[in-house]
């Protein structure tokens, strides 16, 4: 069962998970973030997760909130209090599927410390996350991400290709990716996919790694995006991923 309850500022809002994931409960959230979105612009929330069914309650929880994709984008910070050891684990995961929001977790007995972290306002976004690399051709763009992307990475990656595209017509990419700790392909691949707006833009896109997933990620994103080419290559692959490009 879902129930909202309000906090001590306007731009606050908070929610109580108690069992199952009911319509009804889910639904008053739902219009209770919107209300919060139209008045405020931006909402922080409280999640006070009590007791929940297992894993896929909270998967569908989680889905039907990003499903509001106009209201998915306007919560800035999600504070998590739980004493479920499994959900707390998947913190870092949800920080980075959620690269516009700021996620931590507390205990459930931590609720004014997570409180006050919700009223701290958010710092200038300072990302080292992204890095350009000289691929030694002028009409071939390179970029590393080395950590956990965030909005400033995201936007600049998108200034790049639209540079890129009015020099050349179109941007081709080698995008490397470095393992980094609490790092999901699967959410990387999501968050490349809605956060880029640049794609028309780009002809082909070499994704370097060797994560064991990428691949297969990247053979399924390529089926996904017609008109886009994509390949993945290895490490010691960064000539035959150039030369594809070229």
């Known amino acids: 069962m879902i129930s909202v309850f309000p906090l001590s500022q306007s731009n606050l809002l908070g929610f109580t998970l108690d069992g199952e994931v009911d319509d009804e409960g889910m639904r008053k959230l739902l219009m209770a973030v919107e209300a919060k979105v139209i008045t405020h612009g931006k909402l922080r929330l409280l999640g006070n997760i009590k007791n929940i069914g297992g894993f896929q309650d909270f998967q569908t929880f989680w889905k039907l909130l990003k499903a509001k ?21 998947l913190s870092g995961s949800l920080d980075w599927l959620t690269p516009r929001m700021n996620v931590k977790t507390f205990a459930l007995n931590e609720g004014e410390l997570a409180h006050e972290w919700l009223k701290l306002d958010v710092a200038p976004e300072v990302s080292e996350a992204l890095k350009e690399i000289d691929l030694g051709h002028e009409h071939l763009l390179g970029v590393a991400i080395i950590g956990k992307m965030g909005i400033a990475d995201y936007d600049r990656l998108n200034t790049l290709i639209e540079e890129q595209a009015a020099k050349y017509g179109q941007a081709r990419i080698m995008l490397e990716i470095v393992t980094s700790a609490g790092f999901s392909g699967k959410a990387l691949m999501e968050d490349l996919k809605t956060s880029v707006k640049q794609y028309k833009n780009v002809e082909r896109m070499a994704i370097i ?20 080419e994509l390949s993945a290559f290895g490490t010691t692959e960064r000539k035959r991923a150039i030369s594809w490009l070229s």
């Open 209 to 228: 790694g060797d994560q064991s997933w990428l691949k297969t990620t990247v053979r399924l994103s390529d089926l996904l995006t017609p008109g886009l």
């Open 69 to 89: 994709t106009e209201l998915w984008d306007k919560i800035e910070k999600y504070a998590i209090l739980t004493d479920h050891g499994w959900l707390a684990s």
